[in-house]
């Protein structure tokens, strides 16, 4: 699957859960190759298509951008938009890392 190189956070991204929903929702709109205008939030990703291979490279791109070590099958344990928000919303308290989103 041919996806564009990740989309970093512009600096001083906010990590609220808003602001992370809007980020994941436009990641998983591209490797569904949807609109993002199509994602609900609250829809589970296995809904949508999303395949293990994509929830990997979402897994990914999450490490990349915000510089955290996330588990391989977080999109499953937390399986919609709003619950992987929220979960790294808890992430980013717990490594101290919510405002060094530059790399």
Known sequence: MAVPATDRPAKGFDHSADSLSAWLVDRIATYLRRAPAEIDPSVPLAEYGLDSIAALSLCGDIEDAFDLV?????????????????????EFGASGNAGDAER
């Open 70 to 90: 996330l588990e391989p099958t977080v999109a499953w344990d937390y399986p919609t938009v709003h619950a992987l928000a929220a979960y790294l919303v808890e």
